[in-house]
């Protein structure tokens, strides 16, 4: 069996993940990064983001976007929730949009012996949408905390920082700074824009599925 820790040695190798998926405000953001041994040195630093500071993520991942393949599938809120209203699922979107980022490095020409995604659902959520790719689907490998992995840790770092920037830009449209997360701050910010902007103006903010939305009457 094929464990993460076989795969450490196998080059070059394309990790997933996502960022956004338990963010009330905001895009979904998937990444695919490559690891090369030609760009091994890149990754000095680099781990899960949800360990990482944002200021430390807003240095690491211009270096790695510099210097890696690298494929970003943002998803804002406008299109989410239109997406959501069709699947119902959010693991439905977040497995297009990682098949999405693996076609979009392979149309480029890259060809990894391994792809390494950290699982959020099913495998059957990413795999249906790769059927027709030119790849072998038994070198795709999922696995729960698979951020361990550089590649995937790498992808991670990405998602994060485009995913902190789209934040900063919602913020700056919107008038007031938007929070992280889906607790007690979020809901306080959502009462307050209610109050200046309405409900109508949600689908362009936030995940409307979540909870922190029908609290809000």
């Not at 997933?16 to 009330?24: H, P, R």
């Not at 792809?115 to 072998?136: A, K, M, T, W």
């Amino acid at each position: 069996m094929t464990t993460l820790s076989s795969l450490e040695a196998v080059f070059p190798r394309l990790g997933c993940d996502e960022v956004g998926k338990g963010d009330f405000f905001g895009p979904l953001v998937a990444c695919g990064a490559m690891i090369t041994e030609d760009y091994y040195s890149a990754f000095e630093g680099v781990s899960d983001s949800k360990k990482l500071s944002d200021k430390r993520i807003s240095i690491l991942a211009p270096i790695l976007m510099s210097k890696i393949p690298y494929s970003v599938v943002k998803i804002g809120p406008t299109k989410y929730n239109e997406l959501y209203a069709r699947f119902k699922n959010i693991n439905a979107i977040l497995g297009w949009a990682h098949a999405r980022v693996i076609q979009n490095l392979l149309e480029q020409g890259h060809n990894p012996k391994a792809i390494i995604i950290d699982q959020f659902g099913p495998e059957f959520r990413v795999l249906s949408h790769l059927r027709e790719i030119n790849y072998d689907i038994k070198n795709i490998h999922f696995f729960v905390r698979a951020e361990v992995d550089l590649a995937v840790a790498a992808a991670s770092v990405i998602a994060r920082f485009v995913f902190l920037k789209e934040m900063d830009a919602l913020s700056e449209k919107i008038g007031s700074r938007i929070p992280l997360g889906a607790g007690a701050p979020v809901d306080q910010a959502a009462k307050l824009i209610v109050q200046k902007h309405g409900l109508a103006v949600f689908k362009d903010y936030a995940k409307l599925h979540f909870k922190n939305f029908s609290k809000l009457g």
